[in-house]
């Protein structure tokens, strides 16, 4: 069995002694961190070399000898801090590279903000239904409940970072569990990721499944560009603008997690629900190559709200990933270019603009275009990776579930040993 990581974010709520104490932590990263940061802009600007994640980590007995404050923090914590300076400037170079000259280098740390924590490999002390930090500032200990229903028992807990979020605390714990080996049972789901739909499914018996999006932001924006549009009438920073920002951000911030929860019930049902162990997903990068050509002007709204949504739906596809794995099946992300274009009953490629909801193809297949698109993954899975018997089950399933028949005189589909003749068309309920 192979191990994976899993995280999970839990809130804790720290006494007014203990949230001191965090933040007296936290500020001294913060310091460390802004304190290397300069230090390597000053090496860049006088050609200073080996400036790095291991001089800056060897320096530290020195900066604790002469300033003892910073042995308040578990000294692990404050390494994790140089580390992730460190993985900044990397991310930073890497963006460069690739040719994003927009690119900010990593910047000074603010002191309005919490500097969140790494407790890495030890540090920290799990009981059950309780968590307890090492530090040696004014001996607050800083111990917190933790829910009943998460129970770190069994588990191999490798991380827990203390961070905040809207005033609020959270940890967040990386854990290891054996993976379950992966076994393909013959059985596949097809899945399209849409902006309307979220899913759209098919299984190998031929069976669809249609999920809507549910589209929180609908319900919010207007409230945030209401409240945005009277916070733009106040003096900047007065109080009542203040006040206005904090309601706008707290609304953007009730919209995201709605969306976020509905993708994670989402995801657990379709994974558990399904009798495949293998799912296929399009790819999503080549979904937004393929939106974004052919779109006139007119209809560029409707294609930037769909690119944007691309942005959730990779969240999306994180899920069913994870998920996946953690019950022994497999998430596959495959090529989907054209499936919303090729009719899947003879081949044809058909000009798609997005906002074409139904392919009416001239061989008589009238499909949905998102149950089009599915079923051309499937049968582009099935075919490309050699899994024939899946294959011709899937089509002959294709037959049985369909509503409509469609008579179809000369299939001309390259996929080897297709027999199309009666393949159906599926009617759009
Ligand atoms: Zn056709």
Redesign the pocket.
Known sequence: MKPMKLTQQIRIFPTPAQEAVLWKLSEKCRLIYNFALAERRDAYRHKIKGVNYRKQQNDLPMIKAHYPEYRWVYSKVLQYTLRSLAADYESFFALRKNGHADALPPRFKGKQYFTTMVYNQSGFKLEHEKISFSHSYNGVPLEFALPEKFSFDDMQVKQVAISTQRKRYFVTITYQVEEPPYMDNGRYQAIDLGVTHIVTAVNSQGKFLMVKNQRPDKYWNPKIAKVQARRDRCKKFSNRWKLCNRIKRKYEWKRDAQLKDFQHTLSTKLVNNTKANTLIVGALAVKAMAQSTKVPNSMRSGLNRATQNTGTLGRFVQFLTYKSKRVGKRLIEFDERNTSRE??????L?YMPIWQRV?N?????VIARDKNSCVVLMKRYLSQNAKWTGYQAFLDNLRHTAKGKTK?SSPSYGYGSEDSQEAPSVRVG
């Open positions: 009719c899947y009953v003879c081949g044809k058909h392919m193809c001239e061989c008589g297949n179809v």
